[in-house]
């Protein structure tokens, strides 16, 4: 793989004359402003410093807003990224070990330092973090900007490369040109991903160690950072993202996306359950994101930990009642399947069956396949079918990073048809106080005769809406120049 010493062309997404019809019916994009004149390329370029990437480019595309004439005329900008994503940039460092590192703080940190000593080979190198959701959806024809710090050593322009490969930009975090550069705090995040015989995976990294975020000398968003959000639609937030950002400045982006009418999604992760038991900003910040988050995203162990409540459905209804603007709550089931949570409708697609090899990074995999369906106004059966699939795509592979989804395989896979349906775990799900709700439910074959309250969906249905959108986002790809 060439490297780039100083500077890097970032990709620019073609646009036709005018925007896609779907947008402008799409209800969940209404704050958006869409062009209605061709876009013209305006050249950028980016420079690799202490701060990470940071860009140098000219003014960004403003328009008038209709509303607001005369003297008084305010410029809004184009929301022509789909997704960005905040922080968690980071290098996985995949090993396979005899075994997993020891439980005990004194003892990991040993085996950390152990690991460290000399760099290992780059065959074992892959981009991480929220690279995997960002990758994975360029790969849907999605427009991506990742937001975030990278230091100027080889593992910072290692992930620079990846992520310019995939037809991903790039902004810095920081506009503090005089801080002091050198030190491990501006060094790029590396994660030990270690796999030990029985396929069981174990996590490392310095964020472990520290109680301070690994970047805790940035105190506040770029503008150019700030520029990339309000130019997204949605921006793509998890818990990770506390382990490098101080809970002011992850606070200040969720506000910030709020103010500029980008759609803000969170998966907590693993990390939900130590924010909220986290220090105060921790628990606050964490708090606050539940509450403003437009979609969240968790697996139905992590939905019963924040709720007390077993059953996922539930537990979903209960985070929505208890948020703010929250639109969608999202549950992870796993090779059970996913649900899809509103106000008034619960939607069910139980998943793929496939060989699985490795299940790191299918989680960001299905994130990215749900930003797709949500861009899009896909109906909300179809969508979790699509991130089901993307999903399962990436388990058929081994590694996170490179190895998520390719559109193809996710086209394949759809086309096999082959649903992991278990009708006693759904019915069990659904049996319990669900009443006033309208399910949707993905099934090979409709039943006659079965509850009238839940709404069949034949797959054979959905596959034929999704795959011509599939195929269309092949060739919408963004090709990196």
């Not at 105190?219 to 993202?241: Q, T």
Request: glycine share 8%; charged share 20%.
């Amino acid at each position: 793989m060439h490297h780039h010493s100083t500077t890097l062309e970032p990709p620019i997404k073609p646009y036709g004359l005018s925007p896609h019809p779907i947008f402008l019916q799409n209800p969940r994009l209404i704050r958006a402003i869409f062009p209605t004149a061709s876009h013209h390329n305006k050249s950028h370029s980016w420079i690799c410093n202490c701060q990470g990437v940071e860009e140098i480019s000219s003014v960004p595309k403003l328009r008038p807003n209709s509303r607001n004439s005369g003297d008084g005329e305010r410029f809004e900008v184009v929301k022509e990224i789909d997704v960005a994503t905040l922080g968690n940039l980071c290098v996985d460092i995949v090993l396979n070990v005899p075994n997993l590192p020891p439980d005990s703080f004194d003892e990991r940190m040993d085996y950390m330092e152990r690991l460290s000593k000399s760099p290992p080979d780059k065959k074992f190198w892959e981009a991480g973090g929220n690279c995997n959701m960002a990758i994975a959806a360029a790969r849907l024809g999605l427009s991506c900007t990742a937001i975030g710090h990278v230091g100027n050593e080889i593992y910072g322009r290692f992930l620079l490369d990846v992520l310019h490969e995939e037809g991903i930009g790039t902004v810095g975090m920081s506009d503090d040109n005089d801080v002091e550069c050198s030190g491990a705090a501006y060094e790029t995040l590396l994660c030990w991903v270690l796999v030990d015989p029985l396929q069981r995976h174990g996590f490392c990294s310095r964020a472990d160690f520290s109680e301070e975020p690994a970047f805790s000398w940035m105190s506040k968003l770029s503008s150019k950072a700030k520029m990339a959000v309000k130019k997204s639609k949605i921006l793509f937030c998890n818990g990770y993202g506390f382990d490098e950002l101080s809970p002011g400045l992850i606070i200040s982006a969720l506000e910030y996306a709020v103010e500029v009418g980008t759609s803000v999604f969170f998966d907590p992760g693993p990390r939900g359950k130590s924010l909220s038991a986290g220090t105060p900003e921790e628990q606050k910040a964490f708090g606050k994101f539940l509450r403003m988050s437009d979609v969240l995203l968790l697996t139905s162990e992590e939905a019963e930990s924040l709720t007390g409540i077993r059953n996922p459905v539930l537990a979903g209804q209960e985070l929505l009642k208890k948020g703010l603007r929250t639109k969608w709550v999202i549950v992870k089931m796993g090779a059970k399947g996913s649900i899809l949570i509103t106000m008034s409708s619960i939607s069910c697609a139980p998943a793929f069956k496939v060989n699985v090899v490795d299940t790191v990074g299918c989680g960001d995999s299905f994130v990215a396949a749900i930003a797709f369906g949500f861009i899009h106004n896909m109906p909300t059966v179809n969508i979790l079918t699509i991130a089901n699939a993307v999903g399962a795509a990436t388990a058929m592979g081994c590694g996170a990073g490179r190895n998520v989804a390719t559109l193809k395989q996710v086209i394949e896979l759809v086309k096999d048809e082959n649903l992991n349906e278990d009708d006693k775990f759904w019915n069990n799900l659904m049996n319990e106080n669900l009443d006033s709700q309208e399910i949707t439910f993905l099934s090979r074959m409709v039943i006659n005769g079965s509850n009238t309250q839940c709404n069949r969906v034949p797959l054979q249905k959905v596959i034929s809406e999704m795959l011509p959108m599939l195929e269309s986002a092949g060739l919408n790809k963004v090709v990196p120049s």
